[in-house]
């Protein structure tokens, strides 16, 4: 679990999904908090793999998702994560949402900047990298905020354009 000031960063285990897709309702009671209405903007990011036993339930890495549970108020205020280890250059993308009955709490940037800190714990781990919609927007800021600069315009076959935003572990340190 990575904990900051105001949540705790929950690994999303293998249960915690199968609730989710069952209801909602289901994934609360086993989280022992309230789900918003408006929760979550991606589901897509709560899929199993195809083939995959009912029974297996490999332990986190710590580069997988997590839950933001905020305590004070016994709620899931968003989830986030790594898209997996770093790669061979020590690099590791984050991707996150809040649910909007918590926006503009400061949340999102408490969420990125714990799980840069949990990142740059790890030696290989040289840069952190995160995408954005190609146009100005809250996550922009959230990013900017955490020291994070945006780097690259990217083709997206989804998404048309993204951009790019990286902060580097002697630039993380600095600010």
């Known amino acids: 679990m990575i904990e900051t000031n105001n949540l705790q960063l ?40 195809a083939g995959e036993s009912s029974a297996a339930n490999p332990p986190s890495t710590g580069w997988d998702g997590y839950f933001f549970i905020h305590p004070q108020e016994e709620a899931l ?48 781990v040289r840069a952190v990298i995160a995408h954005t919609l190609a146009e100005k927007n809250a996550s922009n800021s959230v990013l900017q905020k955490v020291g994070m600069k945006f780097v690259a315009e990217v083709d997206d076959p989804d998404e048309d354009k993204l951009w790019r935003w990286q902060i580097n572990r002697d630039e993380y340190h600095s600010t």
Do not use: C
């Open 10 to 49: 929950l690994p999303v285990e293998r249960r915690y999904i199968e609730a989710f897709l069952r209801d909602r309702r289901e994934l609360a009671a086993l989280l022992q908090v309230r789900v918003p209405d408006s929760w979550p903007r991606f589901p897509e990011v709560f899929s199993l793999p």
């Open 77 to 124: 205020a968003g989830n986030g994560g790594f898209k997996g280890p770093p790669d061979e250059s020590g690099t590791v993308e984050i991707g996150y949402e809040i649910a909007s009955e918590y926006w503009n709490r400061g949340l999102a940037t408490e969420a990125v900047r714990g799980m840069i800190d949990f990142a740059f714990t790890h030696a290989e």
